[in-house]
Nanobody
């Protein structure tokens, strides 16, 4: 089976930095787009940033210039460097990825989610 495991959340003061990491493991043929989403209570999960397999990033307007997404295709990992954090960045952050699994009859793509990691920005 495939799983995504996140790490790096925590409590930080406004203006501070955190780095989130996510590693995909299991019976993986290829990891395609990887990304991060966040969710606060009572609201839907929202895109923070994604990066394609070729390294093309996409950011939500609210994080442009402050967050940087990066990946390592050899290790099947994706990181999110978060700088100049604001209280409104407080949320549970989820790793997301489209992963291909190879079967005898062909390949199948599925979307996977991590378990989530809490980020709290507060003084």
């Amino acid at each position: 089976q495939v799983q995504l495991v996140e790490s790096g959340g925590g409590l930080v003061q406004p203006g501070g930095s955190l780095r989130l990491s996510c590693a995909a493991s299991g019976n993986i043929f290829r990891v395609n787009t990887m990304g991060w989403y966040h969710q606060t209570p009572g609201k839907p999960r929202e895109l923070v940033a994604t990066v394609t397999r070729s390294g093309l990033p996409n950011y939500a307007d609210s994080v442009k210039g402050r967050f940087t997404i990066s990946r390592d295709n050899a290790k099947n990992t994706v990181d999110l460097q978060m700088n100049s954090l604001k209280p409104e960045d407080t949320a549970v952050y989820y790793c997301n990825s489209e992963i291909e699994i190879q079967y005898m009859w062909g390949n199948a793509k599925s979307t996977y989610w991590g378990q989530g990691t809490q980020v709290t920005v507060s003084s």
